[in-house]
């Protein structure tokens, strides 16, 4: 079964610094996709960046961006030039590549990321 | 983007009575849609998938005959949570996949929740 651990239940940053959140997985799939889901206080869950498991470049979405260390099943979210809008709660979740819109998403526990003024 | 809506938004019940928590996509056709609880600042646990026009598929430890799931149309899924107890009270989330053709990738649209207490 797939698995996907957030060693960090909480992290803060100040604003307009840099903050990296961890994410590690476990799978035997070869194809598969990684996301990030940022959670705010609303609870509307909102897609922050996605990664497909094929691609060897890490995916970039303006501050956000990853480094996807697929030999290490690493999966790691970088915020730079931190915004008092990024305060939410963030999930790293797995998704396989096979099934289609049948494939379930397989969520971490999350990290709790505080930005302080 | 597409979207996807709840509804109720909040609901309160008494003890022993049934809910029912309406998830609907907006703008596009869903033939699967998932069903997810979050208890407060934990994550999102897949309850079950629904399956439109068959049955749900239920996770393991979840109760088929508490968590009603129905699948009637392209567009609309309902969870009808029966005899609520206290214990049943939690943030319920629903999310739907938009196919995107040839691609295997399908992109999930999360509903906006439902907060349900169960006095």
């Known amino acids: 079964a797939q698995t996907v651990t957030q060693s960090q239940p909480e992290m803060s940053v100040q604003e307009a610094e840099t903050v990296t959140l961890s994410c590690t997985y476990d799978t035997s799939e070869s194809d598969y996709y990684l996301f990030w889901y940022k959670q705010p206080p609303s609870r509307q869950m909102i897609l922050v960046i996605r990664q497909e498991a094929y691609k060897q470049q890490n995916a970039t979405e303006n501050r956000f961006s990853v480094n996807f260390q697929k030999a290490a099943k690493s999966f790691s979210l970088k915020i730079s030039d931190s915004q008092l809008g990024d305060a939410a709660m963030y999930f790293c979740a797995y998704r396989g590549g096979y099934g289609g819109a049948t494939n379930k998403l397989i969520f971490g526990t999350g990290t709790l990321l505080a930005v302080q003024p | 983007g597409a979207v996807v809506s709840q509804h109720p938004s909040w609901v309160i019940c008494k003890s022993g009575t049934s809910v029912k928590i309406e998830c609907r996509s907006l703008?596009?056709?869903?033939?699967?849609m998932f069903w997810y609880r979050q208890f407060p600042k934990q994550s999102l646990m897949l309850m079950a998938t629904?399956?439109?026009?068959?049955?749900?598929?239920?996770e393991q430890g979840v109760e088929k005959d508490k968590f009603l799931i129905n699948h009637a149309s392209l567009t609309l899924s309902t969870l009808t949570v029966t005899s609520a107890h206290p214990e049943d009270s939690s943030f319920y989330i629903c999310?739907?996949?938009?196919?995107?053709?040839?691609?295997?990738?399908?992109?999930?649209?999360f509903g906006p929740g439902t907060r349900l207490t169960v006095l």
């Open positions: 999310s739907a996949p938009l196919a995107g053709g040839l691609s295997s990738y399908n992109e999930q649209f």
């Open positions: 629904s399956n439109e026009g068959s049955k749900a598929t239920y």
């Open positions: 703008d596009f056709q869903a033939t699967t």
